[in-house]
C-alpha cells in the first residue's frame, strides 16, 4: 500500500500528530504576537460570559482574521446520505448548500474541484460552548478554514481567548476509536498527563471528540477538576477537530458569536459523525468545505504545533523555545505515519506500553538492535496485536512498517517506552519530561548550552525534581557562576525550591548579587505589589527625572532605598546610596546562552562583568531578602533569610517592612498575608535571640545594641521597638538587659529602700550600704562612687519624683493658700520650677545625637503622647501666668492655674508606668478611655434625641441659651444617675418654683399649664413614656453596654498587659538614661553646663554606648559568627520540632502507608504472573538447550559427521511457534528468539557497526516533495532479493540538464569529459543505463538534486589550529590537547559545516571556500591543500543520494601547529564573507558540536590523526 493512501485508510481509525514542514504562509507578519495579560486571562476563565466590550471585540476580530469554507457550486454525487438524500460530492444536501450554490453556473465541467468550488467567507461559528446538562463549565471554540495561518490561529488562542503562552506542548495521539486499558495503567496515565500539565502550565492537544484517545484524555481533565481546588487553575486542553465529521455542530453557528452557543452530546444519533468532549476547554474545528470526511484536521494542526514550537516562551528573564512532545497510546497505521514524523522532525516520543496495538508493536521492539527488527519480526507483531485487521496488510505496507519502525528505533533518543512498573519511571509525568531531556541531550550545542537549555526547560516546567534527577547528576559538575542566570530566572519567578537547589549545589550570593542584578531585580518586580507601586511614586515625584530621563534607566537603587527608608524608619540610613554626578550609570545585565531580551536588554549580559569592574553589593543576603519580602513572598524569604549572617536584624527589619507595607495594603488577604509572616519572623528572632542567650548572655545583650552598617546603622533593639515587637523586647533577655541599663552602674542586687536612703543621705555611700558592678568602683570611695550613684536612671528617676512630687505641693499650697495679688516667693519658685522644666522639654527636642535633624527630632518628639501633654500644660500655665500678672484678669488667671494643676497631675501617669503594678493597671485605664469616647458618642445620641422631645413638649419657646442647654443636655444626663426633671410627671408642680414667662434668670420657665387652674397641661402619659424608654435604653443597655466593653478591653489587655508594659517600659528607661543627673529645679546647672559645651564649645553630642554600640571590625566578624553558628542550631531545633508535631508525624504516617500500597501493589501485579514468570524460565531453559544443540549439530557437521541440507533448524521453529508470547517481557523475548538478555549493553556497539548507508533511504527527499519507496536493513544490498521494489523517478530541473543528463551518452567509471564518474570504490554497476549506488538501495532512482549521476566528488579541506589560552599554552582536556577547526555556516542552516564542497569542472577550490577566502589568497591555499594529510577518501552518507547518484568526497588535513605561523596569520587576514548569509569561525573540537554528522565524522579522524581531544 502506498504511503499517501495508507495515510488515507487510517485517518478514519485514529487521531493524528504528524508534523509537517511549515509553509511560507505561517510566517504571515501577525503583529504583537505577545502573551495576553494573565490577570485577563485568569478573569476570562472564570467568567461565564463575556462582557459587552469583550464580546464586541471577538465578534469583529473573528470574522475580520478568520475564515470557513462553503461548497459554491453542487455537483450530484453517486452515493447517498444516511438519510437517503441526496448529496453533492463535498457531502452536504442540496438544502446545505448556499442558494448561489444551486443555481445555474459559469462551471462547465461536472467534475467537482476542491479548488475551484469551495470559497472562503467569514466564519459564523465561534465563541463560548456549554455541554448541555453535563457541567456548566464554559469553553471556547472556533470555525475556522483548514488554510488558516498558524500565527493568526495563535493569535486568537493567546491575545483572544487569552491562554497563557505554555511552558510545554503536549501532542496526545493514537487511536480515535473507543479501546480497553488495564485499570491500573489507565490510573497512572491518567494522573501522570494531568500532573504534567498542571506543573508545568502546558497544553494538551488532541483531536478533541468523545472517543479513544481523546476521550481518555478528557476524563483525566474531568478526574483533575473534580478533586482539584479554584487555585490550582484550569489545565488547557485543545481539541483540534475537523467541522465536518462533529455530529450537532448546527447549535455551534452564531453569525456574530455564541456567548454562549449549547452543544448537545448525542452518542447514539451521532452515526458515522464523533461529539465533542466536554472536558476540553477549547476547539478548533478546521473546516474545508466537506461532511463526513475525517483527517482534515491533521494537516493544520500539524502546522500550529509546528508554529508554536518555534515560539519564544519568555519568564524570569530567561527564555526557551517551548518544546514539545507527542504522547502515544494504541493507535493504527495513521498513528505509526505520525510518530515517523514527529521523530524525523526531531519531536520526542513517549509510547504508552500496554495500550494497544501501535504503542505496542514499537514498545515490544524499541530495545531490539536495528539489524534485528526485520520484516519477519514485524509481521509477527502485527499478527499479535492487529488481529482483526491483520489480513488487510500487504507485503509493501509491512515493509513500510519495517523500515518506519527501524527509522524510529534507531534514534533513540527520541522515544522513550513508558512501561508500567519499571524502576524509576512510576508515573507519565516523569517519563514526559524525561523524554524531554533525553531528547535535548542529543541536540548539539556549543560548549555547555546543552545543560543550560536542560536547566532552563526544567526551572520553566518548575520540575526541581526532574532537576535534582537527571541535571545535577555526577555526569556534569557545574560551576557557580554558570547557574546564575537560572538563579535569576527562578527568583523573579517565584520558583523557591529551585533556589534552594542552586544554593545547595554550591551558588554563592555574594558572587550572584551584583549592583547590576539587584537593579535588573528590582525592574522586574511583579507588578501587582505595592512596594512597586510605591516605587513608581518615587520615580514620578522625582524633580530629576525629567531632565536625566534620556540617560538613566527609569529604577535606580537609591529611589528603592527611598522607599525602604519609609518602611524602616526614619531613625535608619539610606541602604543604597544615591550615585555621585560623577559616577555614570552602568547597566551590566543579566545569562549563559540563554538568547533572549528582556525590555531591550540581554539577560546573559549581566553576567559579562569585567575583571576591573567592582559591582558587589555590602550584604548580598540582604539585598535578596529585602527584595523578596516586599514581594511578600513567604517561602522565598525564608529560604534567603537562612543564608543571612546578621540574622536577628534581619528577621526584625523583615517584620516591620510586612507591618508598615500592612497598613497600605488594600486588598485584607494579602494584608493579613504580611501580619501573619510579620509574626513568623518575630518568632524567628526570639528564637535565635533565645539561643543566643543560653549560650553567653554578655555576648547576646552585646549582638541587641550592636550598630548594624548593614541595616542601616541602627540596633536590633531599636529596629523591634520601630517594629512593635512587643514580644521580642519582652523576652527574658532584653529586659534583664533594660533592667541592667537601668540601674547603671549600680548592682541590680540593690534594694530601693537603700538608693532612697543614699539619695537622702549621700554620705552614706562610703560606707558599702550600695554596691556598684564594677569591682574598681567598689573598692575606691570618694567622688567617683558619688558620681557613679547619681548618674544612674534609677537614681535620677526616684530623684525626679521627689522633685515632681514637690512641685506639684507646692504648687497646690500657692494655689489653695498664698495666691496673692502680687506673686509671693514661694509663687516665684514655681515660676523658677517651671523654667526648668521648659529648658528640659527644649534640651529633649534639640539632642540630636544621630543626626537626624530638627524636623525629624520634632516629628519624634511630638509622636509620644507624654510630651504633648508636658507641651499643652507648659502653655496653659503660661496663659494662666499672662492672665494672673494683669490685676482685671486675677480671678481667670487662677481658674486657668487651677486647671493646669490637673493637667500637671495627670503627668504623674508616666511616672508610675515603671511600676510593674501600677504600670499595666494605667495601660489598661488608656485603652478603656478609648472605649468612653465611642461609648459618648451612642450616649450623646439618646441624652439629645430625649432632651429636645422633653424640652419641645414641657416648655414653649423658651430663649434663654443657658437653660436650654440645662434642659436639653444637662439634666437628661443627670436623669442616669437617678435625678428625675421636675414637672415630667406633673406631680409636685409650683408656680414658685418656675417663671411663667421666663423672666426669673435663677429660675427655669413653667411647663406648658392652664393660665386658669394653674395645672399642667402637657400630656403626662407620653413624657412618662419617653422617661421609661430613655431609662431602659441609657440605664441598662447602653450602660451594661459600656461595661461589656470595659470587660473586653480588660480581658484582652490582661492577656499581653505583661508584654505592653515591658515594652513601654523602655522608653522611661531610655529616657531617664539621657537625663542629667539633678531634677528640677537644679537641673538648671545641668542646662548651663551643657549650653556651655554645645554651643560655646562646639563639642559634639556622643551617643549613648549602653543602647547602641559600633563595634570593631574584628570583634563584629567574630559575634556575627557566633550567631550564624546558634542560628544553625535554631533552625534545626525549629526542623526538629516540626517532625515532632502530631499533624507532622500523621503526614508521614500516611506518606508511608501510601508508598507501602503502591509497593503492595507492584507486589500483586508481579505475583500475578507468576505463572508467565516460571514459563519465561522454561523458555530460557529451552533456548539455552536449543543453543547447546545448534553448537552439537555444528561441532558434527564440521567433523564430518552429516550434511548441511538436514541440519534442524530449532532457533527459527522456535520462534514461529511461539508468535502469541510477544506480551511477555522484553528479557524473556530475548531469551525465547536465541537473543543474549544482556544485548541492551552491546547494542550501541552493534547500531554504530551498521555498514548500510542511513540518510540516504530517509522517507522524505530533502527540498522535494518525494517519497522514497522504503527500503529496510535488510533489503539495502542489491544482492538480496527484493521483487516489490519500485522506487520513484526523480531529477531535479537544472538549466544544464542536457549537459548532466545526456542518457545513452555518459561514460561511466572514467573521466567522462570534464567529469570525472571513477568511484573512490572501484567499478560500479550500471543497469538499464544507469550506475547502481555501490552501497545498496537508497528507494529513489534518478540524479536527485545532485550535479550529475554515478559519483559526485567534493573535497572537505579541515583547516586546524591548537586552542591556547592567554598566556600562549595548549589547551588540554582529560590530558590531550585541544583543536580548533574552521568552520563556516549559513544563516537558514541549524549546523556548522566544515568549509567544502562540490568544485566546479576543472577548479580545485570548493565553491564554499571560495565565498569565505579572498581570491588572492586562493593560490596560497591550494599549496597548503597539497601539502596537507588526507583523512577519508570515500563514499558519504548524504540525504541526496539515490540509487543512481551518489556523493564521495576526499578530506585533507590542512594542520597550523605553531600559533606564529605565517600561512596562519596570513589566513587569519584573508577570512571574509562575501555572502552576508554565510558565517566563519575558529570552533573548539568536541563531540558535542552542531555540525553535520558526516562532517563529525571527518573530525574525529583529524583528531584522531593528532591525538587531540574529541
Known sequence: MEPSALTKAGSNQEEGFGVQSRRVADLGLVPNLRRSNSSLCKSRRSQYLFNSCEKENLSSWIPENIKKKECIYFVESSKLSDAGKVVCECGYTREQHLEEAVKPHTFQSNEWDPKKHVQEMPTDAFGDIVFTGLSQKVGKYVRLSQDTPSSVTYQLMTQHWGLDVPNLLISVTGGAKDFNMKPRLKSVFRRGLVKVAQTTGAWIITGGSHTGVMKQVGEAVRDFSLSSSYNEGEIVTIGIATWGTVHNREGLIHPTGGFPAEYIVDEEGQGHLTCLDSNHSHFILVDDGTHGRYGVEIPLRSKLEKFISEQTKERGGVAIKIPIVCVVLEGGPGTLHTIYNAITHGTPCVVVEGSGRVADVIAQVASLPISEITISLIQQKLAVFFQEMFETFTEGGIVEWTKKIQDIVRRRQLLTIFREGKDGQQDVDVAILQALLKASRSHDHFGHENWDHQLKLAVAWNRVDIARSEIFTDERQWKPSELHPMMTAALISNKPEFVKLFLENGLRLKEFVTWDTLLYLYKNLDPSCLFHCKLQKVLAEEPERVACA???????????????????????????????????????????????????????????????????????????????????????????????????????????????????????????????????????????????????????????????????????????????????????????FLTKVWWGQLSVDNGLWRVILCMLAFPLLSTGLISFRDRRLQAVRGLARVRAFFNAPVVIFHLNILSYFSFLCLFAYVLMVDFQPSPSWCERLIYLWLFSLVCEELRQLLYDPYECGLAKMALLYFSDFWNKLDIAAILLFIAGLTCRLIPALLYPGRIVLSLDFIMFCLRLMHIFTISKTLGPKIIIVKRMMKDVFFFLFLLAVWVVSFGVAKQAILIHNESRVDWIFRGVVYQSYLTIFGQMPAYIDGVNFNLDHCSPNGTDPYKPKCPESDSTHHQPIFPEWLTVILLCLYLLFTNILLLNLLIAMFNYTFQQVQEHTDQIWKFQRHDLIEEYQGRPPAPPPFILLSHLHLFIKRVVLKIPAKRHKQLKNKLEKNEEAALLSWEIYLKENYLQNMQYQQKQRPEQKIQDISNRVDAMVDLLEMDRLKSSGSTEQRLASLEEQVAQTTRALHWVVKALRDGGFGSEKGTPTLGVQMRLRWPTLSWLSPASQKVLEGQDPELDSRQKVEDLGDSHHINARHLLYPNAAVVRFPVPNEKVPWGTEFLIYDPPFYSADRKDKDLVDPMGKITYNAVDGPTDRRSYHGSYMVRDGLPLNPMGRTGLRGRGSLSCFGPNHTLQPVVTRWRRNQDGAICRRSIKKVLEVLVVKHVLSEHWALPGGSREPGEVLPRKLKQVLQKEFWPSFESLLTQGTEVYKGYVDDPRNTDNAWIETVAISIHFPDQSSVELKRLNSHLHTSDPGMSIRWQVVDKRIPLYANHKAVLQKVAALFGAYY
Open 550 to 736: 534620556p540617560a538613566l534607566p527609569a529604577v535606580q537603587m537609591h529611589h528603592v532605598a527611598q522607599v525602604l527608608r519609609e518602611l524602616l524608619g526614619d531613625f535608619t540610613q539610606p541602604l543604597y546610596p544615591r550615585p555621585r554626578s560623577s559616577d555614570r550609570p552602568r547597566l551590566l545585565l543579566p545569562v549563559p546562552h540563554i538568547k533572549l531580551n528582556v525590555q531591550g536588554v540581554s539577560l546573559r549580559s549581566l553576567y559579562k562583568r569585567s575583571s576591573g569592574h567592582v559591582t558587589f553589593t555590602m550584604d548580598p543576603v540582604r539585598d535578596l531578602l529585602i527584595w523578596a519580602i516586599v514581594q511578600n513572598r513567604r517561602e522565598l524569604a525564608e529560604i534567603i533569610w537562612a543564608q543571612s549572617q546578621d540574622c536577628i536584624a534581619a528577621a526584625l527589619a523583615c517584620s516591620k517592612i510586612l507591618k508598615e507595607l500592612s497598613k497600605e495594603e488594600e486588598d485584607t488577604d494579602s494584608s493579613e498575608e504580611m501580619l501573619v509572616l510579620a509574626d513568623q519572623y518575630e518568632h524567628r528572632a526570639i528564637g535565635v535571640f533565645t539561643e543566643c542567650y543560653r549560650k553567653d548572655e554578655e555576648r547576646a545583650q552585646k549582638l541587641l545594641i550592636r550598630v548594624s552598617e548593614a541595616w542601616g546603622k541602627t540596633t536590633c533593639l531599636q529596629l523591634a521597638l520601630e517594629a512593635k515587637d512587643m514580644k521580642f523586647v519582652s523576652h527574658g533577655g532584653i529586659q534583664a
